[in-house]
């Protein structure tokens, strides 16, 4: 270890982050590996340890002979002030050397507020933030993640972009870069070749011309780069490496478990959600598959505890199977198998009877709306008989805390709606009042509100998100109307969620916002600790750049957005027809039901269906 981290490391809140040294972390001989990566997640170690698409593809990329794939984590802000006291740059956590040194840096960016802690990673490895300023091949910089799916507001940070799974594409353009190392390609020739990869997006290739309004009028591309960008999928997820030795964190994680993926995508079409949108088509593991990966990963690991994961893991056809698999291990060793993402309108009694055969956790479900009106409007498909159904299973069952989730501020939203959250949860009380087995414990009822960010490829990517002001209107007047006290009521502060939508919804005149944040103080924007709500409004004035123009302005239909040069599968056509649905509170039925051609399917070279 450098002598000068070890003098740092005491100053520190969990110095366990920044030491590696993890069971199971690999390491290489640097004499073997020709290539060298440096995996960047821009939040703090127990966040990007938490990301089962960081497991992933670490696992991925370390199998490819010759290439050594190394984790870098976002410093906390006092380690970030001890590091640049004591002239210690960026560092990989596997070997301790300088991020610098490294051939490639591939940053994970799954969420927009933490676009100004990539510069700072950037900035403290001593690399210029910006491509333009990179002219040599290496380092080569580039990004993946969901984020991508709009790539325009970093696109002048980053060499390239991968768009959608990263365990073939990542490989291919690691493979392609050793190419073009051996045979001294310039970084233009590189990048010319990438582009032609499907899933590589190369901002420098596409040029954007705008209307006087200050719309998209119109992208141009160069140098033969693809009109539009098409993501990339998995499409065997059973015959994809999988993890099933992880590395096990040296210090408390958030999500400190073994997770088994079940499937990706989601059938529901839940019309405010991105994911259930850029993650189509739904493609399953099977049972046997997961069953064999839980053990492996469980025995490997030490861990007592196991997640089912999937968007909505409820939907998982073959979970009874999949569950009694499970517990035939975890049960004698008293592991807990925990099932996140239910969905109030299948949940039942078996499902119930099989996760408390270990212990209780909480439960979570996520109406979204208040009344049935408005979740018809938003395609949830859960009716309130739904939701005090699963209410009343769990209290029988044993259960004495249910979260709610709900949003303000979606598309045709009444003050009728929000009160509705509020009676829900005095039904929920109710419920329990009438069905819980053990009423001496008490119940913990809790109901969250965030505010509803409108995103790029999803139904809703045309919509305002309501003002500020609004939305904290909507808080007080639900906060007024939820009395019984045995429901807490939490709500997200609208700064956040306001700049995120500029974020998430911008063009590329956001990358000097991003940039004039971070040069003022911004870093770890995501977390609360540090977040300025006014270092971004003095960023948005001092670049010119009007945030509501972004955030609160409903698009016009035939605009062009400027995440169309991005092809996620699901089509234009599709999602305005969803839209129109929205407006007459009309359902569409989910993947399994019924095809709604929504366009996914055609990145299923062969064939398929969304059959979870």
Request: hydrophobic content about 35%; some cysteine.
């Amino acid at each position: 270890m450098d002598a000068r981290l070890e003098r740092i490391l005491p100053k520190v809140q969990k110095p366990a982050r920044y030491v590696g040294g993890e069971y199971h972390q690999i390491i290489k001989d640097k004499a073997e590996v020709d290539l060298r990566m440096a995996f960047c997640f821009p939040d703090v170690y127990e966040i990007g340890m938490s990301n089962i698409g960081m497991r992933i593809l670490y696992d991925v990329i370390n199998r490819m002979p010759g290439v050594w794939c190394e984790r870098v984590f976002a410093p906390w802000g006092d380690m970030d002030t001890e590091m640049r006291k004591a002239g210690i740059p960026l560092y990989a956590l596997e070997s301790g050397d300088p991020v610098s040194e490294f051939d490639v840096l591939g940053f994970s960016v799954g969420y927009e507020m933490a676009y100004p802690a990539v510069l700072n990673m950037l900035d403290l490895a001593g690399i210029p933030l910006r491509s333009a300023d990179r002219p040599n091949l290496t380092p080569l910089v580039f990004a993946g993640g969901t984020s991508c799916c709009n790539p325009e507001p970093m696109a002048p940070f980053f060499d390239l972009m991968v768009v959608g799974e990263g365990e073939e594409v990542d490989c291919e353009l690691l493979e392609l870069f050793r190419t073009a190392q051996k045979s001294g390609w310039s970084k233009m020739q590189f990048l010319e070749a990438a582009a032609q990869i499907q899933g590589i997006y190369v901002p420098v290739f596409y040029e954007q011309e705008y209307n006087e309004d200050g719309t998209l009028k119109t992208v141009h591309t160069t140098h033969n780069a693809p009109s539009r960008v098409t993501k990339r999928i998995i499409e065997d997820l059973d015959a994809c490496p999988f993890p099933t030795h992880p590395i096990v964190p040296s210090t408390e994680i958030v999500h400190d478990r073994v997770n088994v993926e079940l499937f990706r995508g989601c059938i529901r079409g839940c019309r405010f959600c991105q994911a259930g949108y850029v993650y189509r088509p739904v493609r399953p593991r099977k049972p046997e598959t997961l069953i064999r990966q839980g053990i492996e990963a469980l025995k490997s690991t030490g861990y007592q505890e196991a997640t089912l994961l999937s968007l909505s893991s409820s939907d998982y056809r073959p979970l009874s199977d999949l569950c009694d698999g499970m517990l035939e291990y975890c049960e004698p060793r008293s592991i807990s198998l925990s099932l996140p993402s239910l969905r109030a309108d299948n949940f039942s009694m078996d499902i119930m009877s099989r996760l408390q055969k270990v212990r209780k956790g909480g439960l979570t479900f996520a109406p979204e709306a208040g009344t049935q009106r408005l979740r018809d409007a938003i395609n949830k498909n859960v009716t309130e008989e739904d939701l005090l159904n699963s209410c009343r299973v769990a209290f029988e069952g044993g259960w004495n805390g249910v979260k709610l989730y709900f949003m303000l501020g979606l598309p045709t939203e009444t003050d009728e709606d929000v009160l509705g959250i509020a009676e829900l949860a005095n039904r929920v009380l109710h419920c329990w009042r009438q069905y819980a087995k053990f009423k001496n414990r008490g119940v913990r009822i809790t109901v969250s509100t965030s505010c509803f960010v409108p995103k790029p490829h999803s139904p809703f990517q045309w919509e305002a998100q309501v003002t500020m002001a609004e939305y904290q209107r909507k808080v007080n007047l639900l906060r007024e109307n939820i009395r019984a006290r045995n429901v807490t009521y939490n709500w997200h502060d609208p700064d956040t969620s306001f700049v995120e939508a500029v974020l998430s919804r911008g063009d590329r005149k956001i990358s000097d916002v991003i940039e004039h944040v971070w040069r003022h103080g911004g870093n770890l924007e995501a977390w609360g600790d540090y977040f300025s709500f006014e270092r971004w409004l003095n960023a948005f004035q001092d670049c010119g750049v009007d945030p509501y123009f972004y955030a609160c302005r409903e698009r016009g239909e035939d605009e062009i957005m400027p995440w169309e040069v991005i092809d996620m599968g699901v089509t234009r056509r599709h999602l305005r027809h969803e839209r129109d649905q929205a407006y007459k509170a009309v359902l569409s039925p989910d993947c399994r039901k019924q095809c709604t051609a929504c366009g996914a399917l055609k990145l299923m070279t062969k064939g398929g269906c969304c059959d979870a």
